[in-house]
T-cell receptor
Framework: KNQVEQSPQSLIILEGKNCTLQCNYTVSPFSNLRWYKQDTGRGPVSLTI?????NTKSNGRYTATLDADTKQSSLHITASQLSDSASYIC???????????FGPGTRLSVLP | KAGVTQTPRYLIKTRGQQVTLSCSPISGHRSVSWYQQTPGQGLQFLFEYFSETQRNKGNFPGRFSGRQFSNSRSEMNVSTLELGDSALYLC????????????FGSGTQLSVL
């Protein structure tokens, strides 16, 4: 079954600290993997898109990694800010871009 | 450049009614896709339109339908509303398709009473 799992389900960190969110998938054949940030009551905003050949992609303080062999991705947030408080959703596209699966998301809370 | 605009922002309906949601994509974007988001199920894909044609469809009943106009604006209709249809409905636009970077609107929060 094509699935995307994310961990942890929720995370609380202090402002200025780093954190890493995980995304594991079972889909095949893999097309690309995207990370989105969704503030409460708003639509998701794209952070990164990675294809099979890309291992790392950065967007400011956000760095995503992809290991296509183990079917794992991580999103690392450096020097967290209060505005990083949001849900982070991993989306994996497969079957030559014809299908995709959303992960359940990780809820991050950054406290002062 | 204006973002994706969804109207209305909030909507309250009763069971059995129907509802139409509107989405105006970013200028130049020809692909519009719709999603349902609930706390229990997360984000789920409804359908995608490109150049006025439905190109992809998720696993939702026929009560959920949509269309796209020549100016790329899209509408989504839900008939015979059920309590379980209460959700945040999001639309996203992109230049050519859902396999590239998507730009989401803020969504329409639908409550079915």
């Amino acid at each position: 079954k094509n699935q995307v799992e994310q961990s942890p389900q929720s995370l609380i960190i202090l402002e200025g600290k780093n954190c890493t969110l995980q995304c594991n998938y079972t889909v095949s054949p893999f097309s690309n993997l995207r990370w989105y940030k969704q503030d409460t009551g708003r639509g998701p905003v794209s952070l990164t898109i990675m294809t099979f050949s890309e291992n790392t992609k950065s967007n400011g303080r956000y760095t995503a990694t992809l290991d296509a062999d183990t079917k794992q991705s991580s999103l690392h947030i450096t020097a967290s800010q209060l505005s990083d408080s949001a849900s982070y959703i991993c989306v994996v596209t497969y079957n030559y871009g014809q299908n995709f699966v959303f992960g359940p998301g990780t809820r991050l809370s950054v406290l002062p | 450049k204006a973002g994706v605009t969804q109207t209305p922002r909030y909507l309250i309906k009763t069971r059995g009614q129907q509802v139409t949601l509107s989405c105006s994509p970013i200028s130049g974007h020809r692909s519009v896709s719709w999603y349902q988001q609930t706390p229990g199920q997360g984000l789920q894909f409804l359908f995608e339109y490109f150049s006025e044609t439905q190109r992809n469809k998720g696993n939702f009943p026929g009560r959920f339908s949509g269309r796209q106009f020549s100016n790329s604006r899209s509408e989504m209709n839900v008939s015979t509303l059920e309590l379980g249809d209460s959700a945040l409905y999001l639309c996203a636009s992109s230049l050519r398709g859902w396999n590239e970077k998507l730009f989401f609107g803020s969504g329409t929060q639908l409550s079915v009473l």
